[in-house]
């Protein structure tokens, strides 16, 4: 075995009172791994680059062989390396440090492994290798490292992963593989991680995994499929987990979703193109910010439901009374629905509602009565819409301010603006009189023309941020045409 032989060189070496120097290290030696090439052995003085368990500027190249002490360094449990480049993990890291609970070598342009690297390394129960350049994770390479409990391996360039790439870790909980180049995984690389709680796969370029690879991973509970290129998914993959609490889908294109879970709190399901989704089961937080969704979710438990972010979608004007069923809503997102108008008896059933957006809207007006059946609400959006000032001064006096509610001020260009109440913008009818003459509809319908005009220039002037002014001419325009 090399293992020793490195020591015995290592012993050779201090004996020759060193300060810091290198030499060819047992090249050629028939006991060098044939994977570990012959390269420097080195010498780091730790002292010098470390202090209270943070080392810095160390620098470790893929051919050397580094020694970082004569004599193993018990007591220390954590050691963090920073503003470092370490190719590899030194081979004598764990027997250096034998009682070492936790290493984190982020950011530190980390390429490979060595075999045994993990020998040793009973004690270690976090490591996190974040953003480095690592491309594979061999057969086995963790064995050692068996009370394991949290594994970061995120930014990195993994491609392929093995069936046995993480075994051994029969007692890590988290795992992290979020942003790296995985394009499959095989049925049997979680099998031997019983104990696994959550999985971070986010950001990867996988398009379906294998029928039963959670199979054994039944405690299960937070899951991130996100930013990947799945275009279906089958809740029938986690039909054993039993405390699954969280799903996260969103980033990927799936446009048609049925979901059958017997119970989870929370799906995260935004910008996935979704237009349609269907959820059984008790789902307590849906995220679906940000989909082509014309529709609400058809959710048969819907009185489980306690957040619904609808927020971005494409809903227009809700027809009914689609909210019946979501009796027990504590937050509801409706921000950027293009809603004109919403239906008189909308939240009739939200009695429970803290917290209710229908900001960057197109809503001119609405009956005030709609609010009667808010009595919980404490925060309620409603900034960035067409609001007439008449309306909004009753809205804040006859609810909001009445009843103590907060909300937001808008950010619109006060030259887009009749006037503000509260900080919130608004605007006058144009001309009362012509009101009376022409008929109320008719001019409640140009009004609501304008005001949607008036909200896509809006939008687009905070897009580009350009000046207004000559915007501003085109809209008094057209209001002196009203
Ligand atoms: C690490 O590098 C950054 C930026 O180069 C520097 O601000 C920081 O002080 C360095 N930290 C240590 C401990 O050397
Ligand atoms: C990695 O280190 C470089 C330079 O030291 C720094 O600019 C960069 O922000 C770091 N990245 C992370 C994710 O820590
Ligand atoms: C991976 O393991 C599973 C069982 O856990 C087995 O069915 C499959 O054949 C293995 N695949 C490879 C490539 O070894
Ligand atoms: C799953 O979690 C339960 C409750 O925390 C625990 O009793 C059980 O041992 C866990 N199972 C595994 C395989 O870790
Ligand atoms: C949902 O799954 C359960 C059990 O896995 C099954 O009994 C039920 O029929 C499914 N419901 C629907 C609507 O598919
Ligand atoms: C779902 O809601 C119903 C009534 O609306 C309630 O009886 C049931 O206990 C709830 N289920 C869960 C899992 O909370
Ligand atoms: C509602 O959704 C919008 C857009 O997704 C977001 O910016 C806003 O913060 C959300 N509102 C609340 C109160 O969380």
Redesign the pocket.
């Known amino acids: 075995m090399w293992l020793p032989h490195v020591v015995q060189v290592a012993q050779l070496l201090s004996l020759l009172s060193l300060v810091a120097f290198s030499v060819r290290a047992a090249s050629g030696s028939s006991s060098v791994s044939s994977a570990a090439p012959s390269g420097q052995l080195r010498r780091i003085w730790l002292e010098d680059h470390c202090s209270a368990g943070i080392c810095s500027n160390v620098e470790i190249g893929r051919n050397d062989y580094v020694i970082l002490s004569q004599q193993p360094i018990a007591k220390q449990l954590m050691l963090t390396f920073i503003n470092s480049s370490i190719a590899k993990i030194p081979h004598l890291m764990f027997d250096t440090f034998p009682d070492l609970q936790m290493l984190r070598m982020e950011n530190c342009s980390l390429e490979t492994f060595e075999k045994p690297q993990f020998e040793g390394a009973s004690n270690l129960m976090s490591l996190f290798l974040g953003h480095n350049r690592l491309k594979d994770l061999p057969k086995n390479i963790f064995l050692g490292a068996d009370n394991l409990a949290t594994l970061h391996l995120e930014h990195n360039l993994l491609k392929v992963l093995h069936n046995h790439s993480f075994h051994a870790l029969k007692e890590l909980k988290q795992l992290s593989i979020a942003d790296n180049q995985v394009e499959q995984l095989p049925v049997g690389i979680f099998t031997g991680l019983r104990k696994l709680l959550d999985l971070d796969l986010a950001g990867n370029r996988l398009e379906a995994l294998p029928r039963g690879i959670f199979d054994r991973n039944l405690n299960l509970t937070r899951l991130n499929l996100g930013r990947n290129s799945f275009a279906a998914f089958e809740s029938e993959l986690l039909k054993l987990q039993q405390r699954l609490t969280l799903l996260d889908i969103s980033g990927n294109t799936l446009q048609e979703l049925t979901l059958n879970f017997t119970q989870l709190d929370q799906i995260v399901a935004?910008s996935c193109d979704l237009r349609r989704l269907t959820v059984y089961g008790t789902i307590r937080e849906l995220d679906l910010?940000?989909n082509a969704l014309r529709e609400l979710p058809h959710i048969p438990q819907a009185g489980n439901v306690s957040s619904l972010?609808l927020?971005?979608n494409p809903l227009g004007n809700l027809q009914g009374n689609p909210l019946r069923r979501f009796t027990s809503l504590l937050?509801l997102?409706?921000?950027?629905t293009n809603a004109h108008e919403l239906p008189e008896g909308l939240f009739k059933k939200q009695t429970h509602l803290q917290?209710l957006?229908i900001?960057?809207n197109s809503i001119y007006s609405l009956k005030i009565t709609l609010f009667d059946s808010l009595k919980s609400l404490q925060?309620f959006?409603f900034q960035q819409n067409n609001w007439n000032c008449d309306f909004l001064q009753l809205l804040m006096s006859s609810f909001v301010k009445k009843r103590d509610i907060s909300f937001?001020e808008d950010v619109t260009a006060p030259e887009l603006v009749d006037d503000f109440v509260d900080g919130i913008a608004c605007w006058y009818e144009s001309d009362k009189t012509s009101k009376k003459c022409d008929g109320g509809s008719a001019n409640s319908a140009a009004a609501l023309e304008l005001s949607i005009v008036r909200n896509e220039i809006k939008a687009f002037t905070e897009l580009v941020e350009k000046k207004f002014v000559k915007v501003y001419r085109m809209l008094e325009e057209m209001k002196l045409k009203l």
């Open positions: 935004h910010h940000n972010d927020s971005q937050r997102n409706l921000s950027s917290m957006d900001s960057g925060y959006h937001m």
